[in-house]
């Protein structure tokens, strides 16, 4: 049974930022030292992991190698740098070996384990305890039952330190167990989103951000975004992290009671509980994760509407964040907030393959997805030649959304990576699910787009379908014209996470969201129509209005407008073959 070991340098992000091109060489002289450890303790290093390596034991002494490592970093002169610190994780178990690689549920548990530790630490798992030889004069150091990131089992954790090692007492390791939390365990391992979990990371550091609401579409991966980023940041908050799911909740003036729910807090008192919920988070450092606000903002609207005033659900956010100075708050909403202090991250698609040129299909977060929900859909699952242009084309088609990526890997019991990809390209309802654990508004596609389209108003549905007609993006000039779109619609629109805002200037749909309001449009009795000659007009317009420019000093900025909105254009034309519009 093979012994796997990780490293990583702790704090490597901010010794770059500190140290610059000092730390390049520091770097180096860590690789070699690790790279020696492990050959000569029989070792391999199966892989650099940028500051850390991933190296594997078939045989050999693993737990010896971890503590030389740890000896030599401390007897090392690191120069201006002063101490590096790294931690070291092992575990064993059986894994799947690709080529130099290993994979599996050992390989992933061993590097959440790493990150569970300090620098100077060696933690390791009770068959890593038992599959390697115990270095004289070491001591084991039992820390308890804790839970790991992203895993759903209990894992018994010890401590290996040494007579010789400097570092021998370090603080509660950084797991879930160690902190103050409601946090929900998840199914599956977490994949991707490092620049996303990079940013979050940087924007709570910074004392001005309070209120950090992830925005995006419907099955974007907004929630399990905001709660990986919180499990990475527990041990900043020592009163604890806490998750307050809102979808449940009819309105605004829910928002205290599940607040207090949260926090097990008991409004015992006849004071309001809003004052009470308030004094209790007043002194603390605490993180709240509050996630699905958008329909509580359609109820805030409408309140704030008939009442006259400001709506008082968002009220109560802003005297909480006014009235606990160290409170800080991830929110995710299909909406942002509007709430003054309000930091945005607008959440989009899991990187996939653009085109079947592009790199190893693999190295795509969007593939990884695809590929781990496979194989929990199939067990027996295994990609080939055939299936990664098709996985890819997947990918594409749901514009790297993780929720349509689970659902079509739910498939491959039944299809072919090349026939899933077929029915997607043709029929949007394909793309559901019969998981009794799935809320009812992501067991499909559609029933995440019926969800956003109820929280519309009338006006809203009207224009958003009109927009429909537009394919590869459009001007806002184009949408007032042929969708009678105001600027307020397309910012709300925005604000909403149903259309992006470019920074030529330009709008875009996405594909998916595209196909289902032209649904919409073609339900609308006659509406196609006439939205049809309108844009066919005035793209005729333009072309013609722009006509002379392209002989002119002025042909460059003319073929920059039409090559932009050549997909219109070509709609256009056909409109008026078809319909014999000879003038246009």
Same mark, same amino acid.
């Given at each position: 049974?093979?012994?796997?070991?990780?490293?990583?340098?702790?704090?490597?992000?901010?010794?770059?930022?500190?140290?610059?091109?000092?730390?390049?060489?520091?770097?180096?002289?860590?690789?070699?030292?690790?790279?020696?450890?492990?050959?000569?303790?029989?070792?391999?290093?199966?892989?650099?992991?940028?500051?850390?390596?991933?190296?594997?034991?078939?045989?050999?002494?693993?737990?010896?190698?971890?503590?030389?490592?740890?000896?030599?970093?401390?007897?090392?002169?690191?120069?201006?740098?002063?101490?590096?610190?790294?931690?070291?994780?092992?575990?064993?178990?059986?894994?799947?070996?690709?080529?130099?690689?290993?994979?599996?549920?050992?390989?992933?548990?061993?590097?959440?384990? &790493?990150?569970?530790?300090?620098?100077?630490?060696?933690?390791?798992?009770?068959?890593?305890?038992?599959?390697?030889?115990?270095?004289?004069?070491?001591?084991?150091?039992?820390?308890?039952?804790?839970?790991?990131?992203?895993?759903?089992?209990?894992?018994?954790?010890?401590?290996?330190?040494?007579?010789?090692?400097?570092?021998?007492?370090?603080?509660?390791?950084?797991?879930?167990?160690?902190?103050?939390?409601?946090?929900?365990?998840?199914?599956?391992?977490?994949?991707?989103?490092?620049?996303?979990?990079?940013?979050?990371?940087?924007?709570?550091?910074?004392?001005?951000?309070?209120?950090?609401?992830?925005?995006?579409?419907?099955?974007?991966?907004?929630?399990?975004?905001?709660?990986?980023?919180?499990?990475?940041?527990?041990?900043?908050?020592?009163?604890?992290?806490?998750?307050?799911?809102?979808?449940?909740?009819?309105?605004?003036?829910?928002?205290?009671?599940?607040?207090?729910?949260?926090?097990?807090?008991?409004?015992?008192?006849?004071?309001?509980?809003?004052?009470?919920?308030?004094?209790?988070?007043?002194?603390?450092?605490?993180?709240?994760?509050?996630?699905?606000?958008?329909?509580?903002?359609?109820?805030?609207?409408?309140?704030?509407?008939?009442?006259?005033?400001?709506?008082?659900?968002?009220?109560?956010?802003?005297?909480?964040?006014?009235?606990?100075?160290?409170?800080?708050?991830?929110?995710?909403?299909?909406?942002?907030?509007?709430?003054?202090?309000?930091?945005?991250?607008?959440?989009?698609?899991?990187?996939?393959?653009?085109?079947?040129?592009?790199?190893?299909?693999?190295?795509?977060?969007?593939?990884?997805?695809?590929?781990?929900?496979?194989?929990?859909?199939?067990?027996?699952?295994?990609?080939?030649?055939?299936?990664?242009?098709?996985?890819?084309?997947?990918?594409?088609?749901?514009?790297?959304?993780?929720?349509?990526?689970?659902?079509?890997?739910?498939?491959?019991?039944?299809?072919?990576?090349?026939?899933?990809?077929?029915?997607?390209?043709?029929?949007?309802?394909?793309?559901?699910?019969?998981?009794?654990?799935?809320?009812?508004?992501?067991?499909?596609?559609?029933?995440?787009?019926?969800?956003?389209?109820?929280?519309?108003?009338?006006?809203?549905?009207?224009?958003?379908?009109?927009?429909?007609?537009?394919?590869?993006?459009?001007?806002?000039?184009?949408?007032?014209?042929?969708?009678?779109?105001? &600027?307020?619609?397309?910012?709300?629109?925005?604000?909403?996470?149903?259309?992006?805002?470019?920074?030529?200037?330009?709008?875009?749909?996405?594909?998916?969201?595209?196909?289902?309001?032209?649904?919409?449009?073609?339900?609308?009795?006659?509406?196609?129509?006439?939205?049809?000659?309108?844009?066919?007009?005035?793209?005729?317009?333009?072309?013609?209005?722009?006509?002379?420019?392209?002989?002119?000093?002025?042909?460059?900025?003319?073929?920059?407008?039409?090559?932009?909105?050549?997909?219109?254009?070509?709609?256009?034309?056909?409109?008026?073959?078809?319909?014999?519009?000879?003038?246009?």
């Amino acid at each position: 049974m093979p012994t796997f070991l990780f490293t990583d340098i702790e704090n490597s992000t901010r010794l770059w930022t500190l140290h610059g091109e000092t730390f390049g060489g520091v770097l180096a002289r860590h690789d070699a030292l690790l790279n020696a450890c492990v050959v000569e303790h029989g070792g391999r290093v199966v892989k650099h992991t940028g500051d850390g390596l991933f190296a594997v034991f078939e045989g050999g002494r693993p737990l010896a190698c971890a503590q030389a490592i740890q000896e030599r970093l401390e007897a090392e002169d690191w120069g201006v740098i002063g101490e590096l610190r790294v931690r070291v994780a092992l575990n064993a178990g059986e894994a799947e070996q690709r080529g130099e690689d290993y994979f599996g549920p050992v390989v992933s548990r061993t590097n959440r384990l &790493l990150f569970a530790g300090w620098g100077g630490q060696i933690l390791l798992t009770p068959e890593a305890i038992q599959s390697a030889e115990l270095p004289e004069g070491v001591q084991l150091d039992d820390y308890g039952i804790h839970i790991l990131r992203d895993c759903d089992e209990p894992e018994h954790i010890f401590g290996l330190t040494h007579p010789n090692l400097r570092l021998k007492e370090f603080p509660p390791l950084r797991s879930l167990s160690s902190h103050p939390n409601n946090l929900p365990l998840q199914p599956t391992p977490f994949i991707g989103r490092e620049d996303e979990l990079t940013t979050i990371t940087r924007l709570l550091e910074n004392p001005d951000c309070r209120l950090l609401t992830l925005t995006g579409a419907g099955g974007i991966g907004k929630t399990r975004l905001a709660l990986q980023a919180a499990v990475e940041q527990i041990e900043w908050f020592p009163h604890g992290v806490y998750y307050i799911p809102l979808v449940s909740l009819k309105t605004p003036d829910a928002l205290t009671a599940a607040i207090a729910d949260a926090l097990k807090l008991v409004l015992y008192s006849r004071e309001d509980p809003k004052i009470q919920v308030q004094n209790y988070l007043r002194e603390k450092q605490i993180l709240l994760v509050m996630d699905n606000f958008e329909h509580l903002l359609t109820s805030s609207h409408q309140a704030a509407r008939r009442e006259g005033g400001e709506a008082r659900g968002m009220a109560l956010l802003a005297d909480l964040l006014a009235e606990a100075p160290r409170l800080k708050i991830i929110a995710t909403s299909r909406e942002r907030l509007n709430l003054r202090g309000e930091w945005l991250i607008e959440v989009r698609g899991m990187p996939f393959p653009t085109s079947e040129a592009a790199a190893p299909a693999e190295s795509y977060s969007a593939v990884q997805l695809f590929l781990q929900s496979a194989r929990r859909a199939h067990a027996a699952f295994s990609i080939s030649d055939e299936d990664r242009p098709a996985i890819s084309r997947i990918c594409r088609l749901v514009e790297g959304i993780p929720l349509g990526i689970e659902l079509a890997a739910s498939w491959v019991r039944t299809l072919t990576c090349q026939e899933i990809a077929g029915e997607i390209e043709h029929n949007l309802d394909f793309l559901q699910s019969a998981q009794h654990d799935l809320p009812e508004r992501h067991r499909s596609l559609r029933a995440v787009f019926d969800y956003s389209w109820a929280l519309l108003s009338e006006e809203e549905r009207r224009v958003l379908r009109k927009l429909a007609i537009f394919h590869g993006g459009f001007t806002w000039q184009a949408a007032a014209k042929i969708a009678n779109a105001s &600027l307020l619609n397309l910012s709300a629109f925005v604000d909403k996470s149903l259309l992006r805002h470019t920074y030529s200037g330009r709008y875009e749909i996405a594909e998916t969201m595209r196909g289902y309001a032209s649904q919409k449009l073609a339900e609308a009795s006659g509406e196609r129509g006439r939205i049809q000659a309108l844009q066919g007009n005035f793209y005729a317009d333009f072309l013609q209005r722009i006509e002379n420019d392209l002989h002119g000093h002025k042909q460059r900025q003319a073929l920059d407008e039409i090559r932009a909105d050549i997909e219109n254009i070509h709609l256009a034309w056909e409109w008026a073959l078809v319909c014999r519009q000879t003038e246009a």
